[in-house]
C-alpha cells in the first residue's frame, strides 16, 4: 500500500507546512561554492547573504561550510565548525527554520546545539566521527530536528569520474528507503524524515532526467521530496550554460518540473526568481483546484 506523503515537516522548532512548496536558499559559507565561487565564504557575508535570501522569500535557511561539487577536497572538522558556528548562532535568533548542510557528525551536534532545525546531509547520516559517534546517533538522540537524507553515489572525489551505471530510479529509491527504515528503527519519526535524490551526485545527464521524470517512483516510499536542481552541471550540459551563475533560467524550470511532479522542497541559490515562480505556480494550481471543487 502507498502511503501518501506527510503534509507536516517535524523539525526542531517548526512544524512546515507542506501543502504550498517550501524554498530552501543555499548559504555557502565556502570559498570554493562551484556556484558562486565563494562569494560569502566569511561567517559575516555569510550573514548578509542570509538576510538578503530571507527578504526575498526564502522559507528555511541552508547553512554549509564544505563544499560537495565534484572533485571538492574534504575540509578539516575545526575549519568547518570556525565556518559555520558564527552563521548559526545568530540565524537561530531571526525565528526562521536552520538547516546545517554537513555530513560531519561533530558538525550536526555543534550546530543542533545553537538551535538549527534541520540537518541536511549528502551522506544520508552515513558517517562516524573521530569520536567514534555516528550522524545516524546524533539526529536520533536529537528528541525532534528535521533530517534530509540524500542519495550519494561514491563519494565527491570521485563521484562524477566512476557515475553510476543502469536505471538509478530503482537504485536510488531502495538507497533513500533503508536509510529512512534504519532511522525509524532507532526512533526518529516519519514526520521528521525528507528524502533528496541527490542531482548531479554521481549520475549521468539521463539519469538526473529520469529521476525527475519518474519522482512518483520516489513519492510512493511516502516522504516528502526536496529536489536541488539549483545550477547544477546537468543543466549546464542541457543548455550549454558552462557558467553554472548563467543557469538561472534552467534552474527555475527544473524547479518547477519537479514541483508539479510533487517535490515539496526546493533547494535554491536564486531565491527571488524561484519564489515569483513558484507564485505563478500556485494561483495556477488554486485556481484549478476552484474549477474542480
Request: with cysteine.
Amino acid at each position: 500500500m502507498i502511503q501518501a506523503p506527510a503534509l507536516l515537516w517535524r523539525t526542531a522548532r517548526f512544524a512546515l507546512d507542506l501543502r504550498h512548496p517550501l524554498v530552501m536558499g543555499i548559504v555557502n559559507v565556502t570559498p570554493d561554492s562551484f556556484s558562486d565561487g565563494g562569494a560569502h565564504g566569511d561567517p559575516a557575508s555569510g550573514l548578509r547573504h542570509a538576510e538578503s535570501l530571507l527578504a526575498q522569500g526564502a522559507n528555511i535557511l541552508d547553512i554549509g561550510g564544505e563544499s560537495t561539487r565534484p572533485g571538492a577536497p574534504p575540509v578539516p572538522l575545526q575549519e568547518e565548525l570556525a565556518r559555520v558556528l558564527p552563521v548559526v548562532r545568530e540565524a537561530v535568533r531571526w525565528g526562521v527554520p536552520i538547516s546545517i548542510d554537513t555530513y560531519k557528525p561533530e558538525v550536526m551536534a555543534e550546530c543542533l546545539a545553537l538551535g538549527a532545525d534541520i540537518v541536511n546531509d549528502v551522506w544520508a547520516l552515513r558517517r562516524v566521527g573521530a569520536d567514534g559517534r555516528s550522524a545516524e546517533a546524533v539526529v536520533a538522540q536529537h528528541p525532534a530536528c528535521g533530517v534530509v537524507l540524500m542519495h550519494m553515489h561514491r563519494q565527491p572525489q570521485d563521484m562524477q569520474v566512476q557515475p553510476m551505471q543502469g536505471d538509478a530510479v530503482p537504485q536510488v529509491r531502495d538507497f533513500l528507503a533503508a536509510r529512512a527504515a534504519t532511522l525509524q528503527a532507532r526512533g526518529v519519526a516519519r514526520e521528521r524524515i525528507v528524502l533528496d535524490y541527490g542531482i548531479g551526485f554521481g549520475k549521468t545527464v539521463a539519469q538526473n532526467l529520469a529521476l525527475l521524470a519518474r519522482q512518483h517512483e520516489l513519492l510512493a516510499l511516502g516522504y516528502p521530496l526536496l529536489a536541488g536542481w539549483s545550477r547544477k552541471s546537468t543543466l549546464g550540459r542541457i543548455t550549454g550554460q558552462d557558467v553554472a551563475a548563467d543557469r538561472v533560467a534552467a534552474s527555475l524550470a527544473a524547479a518547477l518540473l519537479a514541483v508539479e511532479r510533487g517535490a515539496r522542497i526546493v533547494r535554491v541559490h536564486d531565491v527571488a526568481a524561484t519564489v515569483q515562480a513558484l507564485k505563478v505556480w500556485q494561483a495556477l494550481h488554486d485556481s484549478d483546484a476552484c474549477a474542480r471543487a
